[in-house]
């Protein structure tokens, strides 16, 4: 074999989401555009801010002297200083300079973070429905992925399971709100639960264990709904994130890591995981993007734009008689699937062109993703044809 059998195995049963999309564009041929209603992808289609194309253009226009040479692997002082102020703002706690790490994107930030603490056979709690990456990540760096379900009417967290799966052989566990794919938002009591319990957890083990707080979707919350920052919950608190969403930039994979200024380790910890940015090859996190989003912490994408279309989705297919919860934030919705077989589901939408992911991709047997970053009118075009299958599989709204 060419490859690793591993890694063979790993493509096999590796991203639904991309293989969906895959098959939208042989519909999109088949059919055109306009009548594929593609809900597969969680790629924003609303432009950066307009602050950013000022930002880019003064830059293009007024380079700055070695602009595009390396640099600390940190990252720029200046930029991690401005990360820093936000993150102080949020959390009320001390963060500083030295507390972050400009990383390529928030799933580079993960594999720094995982590599810094993780021990061979080391066990990394994964709350499903999770994002199927995080287990790749974990497998990265000989860690052992441990799934744990949250509150499988709600989807938050379930203390219970959690304390229950934690082992002398648990080192972090991975938390991401708002939700993929749920969109639920951890209420701070929750977290700090969560904080608590493994502080107590830790106790009876001869090290600490870290929550990783995965954030790409901190910015995009409705109805008012404060996303809690982790610092003041939890001591060893490590947030990872991008500006993928809030910025709309994902293929500028330009994010950072942050560590809580209240952990006792946390400069032995920032020494480990700059040597772990290196050594992985990441090296530093894009000059350029460093530079542009020093200057946009307080910006972010039209939030109101995405809240309009979640009430159309959960307005109409509730009306149809999908059962769902209202996401509290983030881009997605997750269903429960009308067929107890969501692989069979998502097929049978599939002969009505529209495309989803079925809730095996993420952990979740039973459920499907819809991904409404999309066009409004591609929405309203998909609503025929989402009655369509709700009439076939006996749904009555």
Known sequence: MAIATKIAGFISRSSWIRKMFEEGDILRREYGPDNVYDFTLGNPDVDPPEAFNRELLALAQHPLPGMHSYMN?????ETRAAVAAKLARDSGMPVSADHVIMTCGAGGALNVVLKTILNPGEEVIILAPYFVEYKFYIDNHGGVPVEVWTDRATFQLDIDAIEKALTPKTRA??????????????PA??????????????????????VISDEPYARISYDGIHVPNIFPLVENAVIVTSHSKDLALPGERIGYLAINPAMATAMQFMEGAVFSNRVLGFVNAPALMQRLVAKLQGESVDIGLYQEKRDLLVNELSAMGFRLVKPDGAFYLFPSSPLADDVEFIKLA?????????GSGFGAPG???????VDKKMIERSLPAWRAVAQEVGLRG
């Open 73 to 77: 692997n940190a990252g720029y002082v």
């Open 189 to 210: 009591e929750s977290l700090r639960r969560l904080g608590k319990l493994l502080q107590k957890a830790q106790q009876k083990t001869s090290h600490q264990i870290y």
């Open 173 to 186: 566990i991975i938390i991401c709100s708002p939700n993929n794919p749920t969109g639920v938002v951890y």
């Open 367 to 373: 459920f499907f993703r819809i991904a409404y970053c």
């Open 350 to 358: 599939q002969k009505h062109r529209i495309l989803l992911v079925p």
